[in-house]
């Protein structure tokens, strides 16, 4: 393929777009984990609840306002990259996407505002109903992108009239059996995400001996949380691979690197595909266990690459690999939160510190399988941008240069470079600090400036700590 | 072919959130192309103070605009955004490091420099991007088969460059006319005596364009409608007028003329443009009716934006309301 503005735009978008979600996946967990805190300290009137709160919020903020920064480059991506994309089927692209600003927006300009300033201007009950409200907002955001992406994944409800592709039934677009796998999906992957960033910050903390009741609560919940959350997830991952097959048995066959017709099915484990030779080298495989996974018999045939036109094979390297990290962060995930509620129930979670070490590494895990899995989706659909409808080389803006794309490319990773970098250290230094002073928001702060609400990691008090991690 | 309601509606929504998008984007980001010709030091702070609670809610309706316009007329997102790619870019660049600059740079001593640097160079860059894009539109965008066929550097032209210096020293000047309106002492009187020098220099600039599409860049402004619309040259007469009332809202010294006459400039000069390019949304190549998404999408998102639209202009009435008057100190 070479360096061509259809590569060059795929590796930008993939690029802005990395950088984009694990800001609001990461919002969407800190919305319901703020929430739940909350809700236990207005039924139980512990003040420890509130502490980790006013901490939480702070992060929280933070976290949102990277999120509309690197949002706002999205909402322009589709029109200067995509331009033929745009076109044809912004119908309907473009009212779902229209939905998702629309929903921040008003978000940002009700209960957010309430949830960051009106701590002592309302009731404790409005103030948890703002929370719930923040909570719902966040998700309802994640809504409607799903939709989106899952009907680019498998598109319902359209026509197409002078090639364009236009809604046909709205309902049908919104309510699409792939979506209502995929949505719940994500938002799962949201809520691990955060859940495995809580536990480690606890963790963090009890191994410096920092905070301790409030590593308490942040081991306890986390923990409890994720260990609840993952069988649940790994079900709804294994619906997804359901209508993977159903509909996109070449993105099937790429993940599983299967390249034959196969007849009871091998199951890859691990492997290096070559895609020239079209085969696996040093491959570990199990007899008909690709079948049982894939159909449920251990007799059952299951498609190859082979059987699909090469110009029609999405690549088969991304797919394995990003597929298999992500249900390996899954495993991490399941192994350290089974294990921490077991040292829990022994008396010995907080005082075992080979596992509080564990605990604190697996911090990045769910954002890695956020987005590994995103790269197993998108890229198992090529080469495909809308699946079936409108091939991903046919959709870029056609005035594009590969010189254009690649100084676009250039200045977007030097400018997340520095910002992206910068707001993560901060995120970064509130952590590290944890929680010692509450938030004040300061003078002229408002909704719409949410990163002024985490003034005080720039003060000095952070270099007292112990930090010998 | 007519235009349905709905996509007028669409159109009317877009252009009006335009219109509210250039004034309150436009005071805040004058400010910051004033920031880096203020001299270190306090005067800065007490600028930044004027427009704290502000400048980021002011932004939002700038994501109002590429929402709206993918929702409700696609073709004109994806001919606007691909013509304009290098624009956009510099554009995104200049927000980022605008908004990064200013929540960031109470935070350092020794790199406040750096985000001085940034807030006022991202300042420029937006605005002048901004202006450069309406003098390219000006000239007419080349669409074929509903995408754009030209290249990036289509828009550099003098033309476009002088509507761009024009938009950051019209930005400049509103700008200045917010932190009279919005601050006493010091700081009131430096900016009263910038208006002058920036009222001038908006007039120089704007003949000098009108000068160069006559010469140089012959085709400018020729396909525009003003012609057959000859009523339409009430508007830049307003404008010339208001220009000079900020001049006597200097001299007065009233705190709330030198704004509200640049504002109504920004909306002659607005109107102008909505007489050259009526009915185009691209100009002279896609209509309002021609770029519409089918009304099976505008009724779609139709409910979207009667609840969320006022929603958020009832936010920003509030905001203002709750910062009304003379600017605090120690906003940062």
Redesign the interface.
């Known amino acids: 393929m070479g360096l061509d503005p259809v590569f060059l735009s795929r590796l930008q978008f993939g690029f802005v777009i990395s950088f984009h979600i694990i800001f609001p996946a990461f919002t969407i967990g800190l919305g319901a984990w703020l929430t739940t805190l909350e809700g236990i300290r207005l039924a139980t009137g512990n003040v420890l609840y509130r502490r980790v709160f006013d901490f939480w919020i702070k992060i929280f903020a933070l976290s949102f306002?990277m999120g509309v920064?690197t949002g706002?480059?999205m909402?322009?991506q589709?029109?200067?990259n995509w331009?033929?994309l745009?076109?044809k089927?912004?119908?309907?692209?473009?009212?779902l996407?229209?939905?998702?600003?629309?929903t921040a927006?008003?978000l940002?300009?009700?209960f957010f505002g309430v949830m960051l300033l009106g701590r002592n201007r309302v009731s404790p009950r409005f103030y948890f109903f703002a929370c719930c409200m923040v909570s719902l907002g966040t998700m309802f955001s994640s809504f409607w992108i799903l939709i989106n992406n899952s009907w680019m994944q498998v598109p319902v409800g359209h026509s197409i009239?002078n090639g364009k592709i236009?809604?046909?039934d709205?309902w049908a677009i919104t309510t699409s059996e792939v979506m209502r796998v995929r949505w719940p999906h994500m938002l799962f992957g949201a809520f691990l995400t955060t859940g495995m960033c809580v536990a480690a910050t606890g963790a963090w903390y009890t191994l410096r001996n920092v905070h301790r009741p409030e590593a308490r609560v942040m081991l306890h919940w986390g923990l409890g949380f994720v260990a609840l959350l993952i069988p649940v997830q790994l079900f709804f991952g294994h619906l997804t691979g359901e209508y993977v097959l159903k509909y996109q048995p070449a993105k099937f066959a790429a993940i599983e690197a299967r390249w034959k017709n196969e007849q009871p099915a091998y199951e890859t484990l691990i492997a290096i595909p070559d895609p020239k030779a079209e085969k696996n080298l040093f491959a570990i495989s199990v007899p008909k266990l690709g079948s049982m996974i894939a159909s449920g018999s251990w007799t059952a045939p299951e498609v190859g690459l082979e059987s699909f036109p090469p110009e029609d094979r999405p690549p088969v390297v991304i797919p394995f690999f990003a597929f298999r990290i992500m249900a390996g962060m899954g495993m991490i995930m399941l192994a350290v939160s089974w294990l921490g509620n077991l040292l829990r129930f022994a008396g010995r979670l907080e005082t075992a510190r080979w596992f509080l070490w564990a605990t604190f590494l697996a911090f990045p895990t769910g954002f890695i399988a956020v987005l590994t899995g995103w790269y197993t989706a998108e890229v198992g659909r090529q080469p495909w941008v809308v699946y079936g409808l409108l091939r991903t080389k046919d959709a870029v803006?056609?005035?594009?240069?590969s010189g254009?794309v690649l100084f676009?490319l250039t200045?977007y990773i030097l400018?997340y470079a520095?910002?992206v970098s910068?707001?993560t250290y901060y995120i970064y230094k509130l952590l590290r600090e944890g929680p010692t002073v509450p938030a004040v928001p300061?003078?002229?702060?408002?909704p719409?400036?949410p990163?002024?609400f985490a003034?005080d990691a720039?003060t000095a008090t952070g270099g007292q700590l112990n930090t010998k991690i | 072919m007519q235009a349905s309601n709905l996509a007028l509606f669409w159109a009317g929504v877009i252009a009006l959130s335009i219109l509210i998008y250039v004034i309150l984007d436009g005071f805040d980001l004058g400010i910051g192309v004033l920031f880096g010709f203020s001299g270190p030091g306090e005067r800065r702070q007490r600028m930044l103070d004027t427009i704290a609670p502000f400048w980021d809610g002011n932004e939002t309706w700038l994501v109002i605009i590429g929402a709206s316009l993918f929702a409700a007329f696609p073709a004109v997102y994806s001919v606007f955004l691909g013509a304009f790619y290098l624009p956009v870019l510099l554009l995104l660049f200049g927000l980022i490091f605008r908004g990064i600059a200013f929540e960031f740079r109470g935070r350092t001593v020794h790199f406040q420099w750096l985000w001085d640097w940034g807030f006022s160079i991202g300042s420029i860059v937006v605005a002048f991007v901004q202006g450069a894009a309406v003098g390219a539109m000006m000239r007419g965008i080349p669409v074929q088969d509903g995408q754009f066929v030209g290249t990036v550097f289509d828009w550099i032209h003098p033309f476009p460059i002088l509507t761009g210096i024009g938009l950051v020293l019209g930005y400049a000047l509103l700008g200045a006319g917010w932190i009279v309106f919005k601050s006493e002492g010091e700081l009131r009187e430096w900016a009263y005596g910038r208006i002058p020098w920036l009222v001038v220099a908006v007039f120089v600039v704007l003949g000098l364009a009108f000068a160069v599409a006559l010469t140089v860049d012959v085709g400018a402004i020729a396909e525009g409608a003003m012609p057959d619309r000859r009523w339409g040259l009430v508007f830049p007469v307003i404008g010339a007028a208001a220009l000079l009332g900020v001049m006597a809202g200097v001299r007065a010294r009233n705190d709330a003329v030198p704004f509200a006459l640049t504002c109504v400039f920004f909306v002659a000069s607005y109107l102008t443009l909505g007489v050259i390019f009526w009915p185009y949304m691209v100009p002279y190549s896609v209509t309002v009716a021609s770029a519409a998404a089918p009304d099976a999408s505008l009724g779609f998102i139709f409910w979207g934006g009667i609840i969320v639209l006022p929603m958020i202009l009832v936010y920003t009435f509030g905001v203002y309301r709750v910062f009304k008057g003379k600017a605090q100190r120690g906003y940062r």
Do not use: C
């Open positions: 306002g920064v706002v480059v909402a322009f589709f029109g200067t331009g033929v745009a076109e089927t912004g119908a309907i692209q473009g009212p996407l229209g939905y998702e600003s629309f927006f008003m940002e300009a009700s009239v236009i809604p046909a709205w803006t056609p005035s594009l240069t254009n676009s200045g400018v520095v910002f910068f707001g300061i003078p002229g702060a408002t719409s400036r990163m002024a003034d720039g």
